[in-house]
Structures are given as structure tokens and as C-alpha cells.
């Protein structure tokens, strides 16, 4: 792709009852979006007009092309593939059937358009992770769902201006995570953070820390043993390979003295611990980015927020910077693909 075309992003509507109109909404009543990108939005022309008269701060000429297929995308317009012609019940705050099904239905086929080359990245609003549930959706969120649906290891990885922190062990209950960190799992998350900060964000020579499992990473046996027994050794086994890998590192000290800033990423082996620090540094800013697959998909770093939809209180900087990152990314692969497809040039 040349860097002169513009970017199609695909953008699901999410859960229609919380803050994911709002956001969208809000992120492309800025003209200067459309300068880069050509946005589809998969989900109701209709929804998005009672959304709208939600917000009237947004500009009345602010106006949706209906489209049938992103095909038929037209730049400078906010484009929408209306999924359904019926009309909507729209309960703002609340979790309903319909608006599961209307999430499941975006992302079935803004993917299905991924995957067939009719967009280039995605970016997915919030969804209610129970009332998405069904018998062709089972899993626990967004993550798991595209590395099924693309067939590829995954890592999800938290973005902002200050850190990049990868999860190993994703939207899993914290009683299963020792079980599930083991050395060929830890082994390969390192990977693929290290290629994804090389190919994703142009660093030549990432430094990764990974964080510990146990607190002061077990003293030496005193505490626990598997961040000696298991991490250390993975983290050994990457550094052999090439990686520069280094930890254990104990979580409360290294971001309490603000250790993180000497790398390039940082890999915390479950949810919270990731997490907790990378809210407390970018709350309203960060990104949720799935590296290691082929496809592109980032998202903001927040639910549905039923507690504030339709009260206009909503920041769209996390989904603006979203689909930003989303389109840096795209613009990152083909450079480095392009300078590694013929090395001896």
C-alpha cells in the first residue's frame, strides 16, 4: 500500500447502550481524522443519529453515509454498513440482547472484511463481554476471539505514550494463573512482544522487563519458587535467542521507582498486574492493541461505561488514539516489510 492512500478503518459499534457511540461519534466530528483514514463504521445509521442527538455539541453538519460494503467507502465521509434495517430498542446504560447480538454481528463481519483485504485495520468499541455470549462467541473478550477467527498466537498488549505492557495470561481468573505459566508460554509471549516492537513500532532493539509472580520475585525460594524455577529460565532461554529479555522484576518496586522507562516494553504475567499501573498512567489515553497476528486491531483501554452513557461525559481520546496507533502500525509494517524483503538493497 502506498503511504499516500488512505487508511480504511474499520470500526465496530460495540455494545449500542454504553459509550461507544459517543466516542466514535465525538472522535470524527474532528475534520482532521479524515486527512488519514476513510472510517467504516459497521453497525446503525439509525443508532448513530439517536446517539447523536445525544451529543449537541457535534456539529449539525456532522451527517453518515449509508453504505452497503466498505467497497463503496467514500473519503471524507463518515461511512457506516448498516447491520440490520429494522429499528432498535436502545436502552442507554443498560445490558440487552439485542445489543450482544448487534456487537456480535459488527465484528463477524468487519473481521470477515479484514481477512478478505476490504479494510486494512480495525478498531473495536466496547462490548459487554456477557451479553456478547453465544453459541458461535465464547469467549472471554475481543483477544480471544480474533486469535481464533485469524488462526494466530497472540499478545495483548496495553499502549500509551509512557509504556507498552503486554499480558501474558489475558481475562483469566487469578486462581488458574500460576498453572498457566509455564516456561513455552512465557517463552513464546517474549517473542512475540519483541517482534512486535521491532515490527509495530520501528525499534531495531527492543529491551524487555518481564515482572515477576510472585512478590520480591519470591525471595529466592523464601516466598515461592516459580518465578525462579519457571520465569527465570524462560527469560533466559529468550535472552540465548537474541531477546533482550531481563527480570524477574518484583512489580511494586519497578514501577514505584519508575524502572520501566529504561525499556521498551514490559511483559506482566496476568491481568491486574499490567493493568492496575497502566490505568494509573493513562486512564483516558490508552490503547488495547493485539499484536502478533497478521491483522491489525487496537481499542480503547475502557468498557461500555453504562454508569455515564448518554450523558455526554465520555472522553474519546482512548479511541482516538486507537484508531491513530492502528494506522501508525499499518504505516510501521510496511516500512519494515520494505526494508526487509530485500536486505542486500
Known amino acids: 500500500m502506498s503511504d ?36 467504516v463504521l459497521y453497525g446503525s445509521t439509525k443508532v448513530a443519529s439517536y446517539h447523536k442527538k445525544l451529543l449537541p455539541q457535534l456539529q449539525q453538519e ?32 443498560k445490558s440487552s440482547d439485542i445489543a450482544g447480538q448487534l456487537s456480535r454481528q459488527a465484528l463477524d463481519r468487519a473481521c470477515d472484511d479484514l481477512k478478505n483485504g476490504d479494510v486494512d485495520v480495525l478498531v473495536t468499541a466496547p462490548i459487554n463481554k456477557r451479553n456478547i455470549q453465544s453459541p458461535d462467541f465464547d469467549f472471554p473478550g475481543h483477544t480471544e476471539y480474533l486469535s481464533n477467527k485469524f488462526g494466530g498466537k497472540s499478545l495483548m498488549m496495553m499502549v500509551c505514550d509512557r509504556i507498552r505492557i503486554g499480558i501474558v495470561t489475558n481475562h483469566l481468573s487469578l486462581r488458574q494463573v500460576p498453572d498457566a505459566i509455564t516456561h513455552d508460554l512465557l517463552v513464546e509471549k517474549i517473542r512475540l512482544m519483541h517482534n512486535s516492537l521491532k515490527r509495530d513500532f520501528g525499534i531495531p532493539m527492543p529491551k524487555i522487563a518481564v515482572l515477576a509472580i510472585d512478590p520480591h520475585a519470591g525471595d529466592n525460594g523464601v516466598i515461592g519458587d516459580q518465578d525462579m524455577n519457571v520465569v527465570k529460565p524462560a527469560i533466559d532461554a529468550s535472552y540465548a535467542d537474541g531477546i533482550l529479555a531481563y527480570g524477574p522484576f518484583p512489580s511494586d518496586g519497578f514501577f514505584g521507582s519508575s524502572e520501566f522507562n529504561k525499556f521498551d516494553g514490559v511483559m506482566a504475567l496476568y491481568h491486574d498486574q499490567g493493568l492496575i499501573p497502566f490505568k494509573l498512567m493513562s486512564f483516558t489515553e490508552g490503547v488495547n492493541y493485539t499484536a502478533g497476528l497478521d491483522v491489525i486491531r487496537t481499542s480503547p483501554a475502557h468498557g461500555t461505561a453504562y454508569d455515564i452513557a448518554g450523558k455526554g461525559k465520555a472522553s474519546e481520546q482512548s479511541f482516538r488514539h486507537a484508531v491513530n496507533l492502528a494506522c501508525d502500525i499499518l504505516h510501521h509494517r510496511h516500512e519494515y516489510d520494505e526494508l526487509n524483503a530485500n536486505p542486500l538493497k
Open 4 to 39: 499516500q492512500k488512505k487508511i480504511k478503518v474499520a470500526i465496530t459499534h460495540g455494545d449500542i447502550n454504553g459509550i461507544g457511540y459517543e466516542v466514535i461519534l465525538k472522535t470524527f466530528s474532528d475534520a482532521r481524522m479524515f486527512d488519514h483514514c476513510t472510517p
Open 62 to 93: 456532522f451527517a453518515f453515509t449509508g453504505i452497503p460494503n466498505a467497497a463503496s467507502a467514500q473519503d471524507k465521509k463518515f461511512n457506516v454498513i448498516n447491520l440490520t434495517p429494522d429499528e432498535v430498542k436502545i436502552e442507554i446504560g
